[in-house]
């Protein structure tokens, strides 16, 4: 029996590495903001929680995942009727980190795909008519990373990360020799995202297996005592 009893004690000890998995910590906050020159907007993410030291911090990720769109019109007010192209210029997103750290996910291109329309010559009537026309929403999607493994001492605590985003374009009308664009709601929208990776600290997982070997073994002792 004792040697029955030892052996699952051996079993408990080589359990322990299974317990030192890394796990994450993840903090998001979402941004909305007008698309204007120098438009950006400052958020905050939690720093790091090690748990009274018995979490050690291995890897620190900062991310985005943002959207450029506006709701978009369009008159034609040339002589002649045109196929009319409207795209976004220079759209850009970028999350950078102003403390503690100076993580920076760089500048990430958005560009919605060519909307066109054909139009009739200019007849008149303000946003309406055959020269007129309504895109609705055109937008584009991405994403931006950017993570350290060093350095992390100073994202350990209570306190926040301090995250600017930047957002920048300008939409552009093409085919005929005059129009009129109407924009609404030109706007840079998404969400920022902190990953904390981190492992338990060796001596904590060496508590562990000591806790739970002698567990094992003091349930076997009372059932073949």
Known sequence: ???????????????VPAMARAGIQSYSIGFAFDITPGANQAVQLSLFNDAGGTLTLTQ??????GTIGATVEIENDSGS???INIDLIGGTLQATETSPGSLDTGS????PTTASHAVAASIGPVRGGADYWDFGTLSDTDSGTDFTTTGLAVYIGPGNMDVTVFGSGAWSASGTSSSTLWLQNFQGTGTVTVDYTYTPEPATIGLMGIGLASLVARRRKRRYK
Do not use: E, I, R, W
């Open 60 to 65: 620190v990720d900062l991310s985005f995942t």
């Open 81 to 83: 009727p045109g196929t």
């Open 1 to 15: 029996m004792k040697k029955l009893a030892l052996g699952l004690v051996a079993v408990a000890v080589l359990m």
């Open 108 to 111: 990430v291109a958005l560009a």
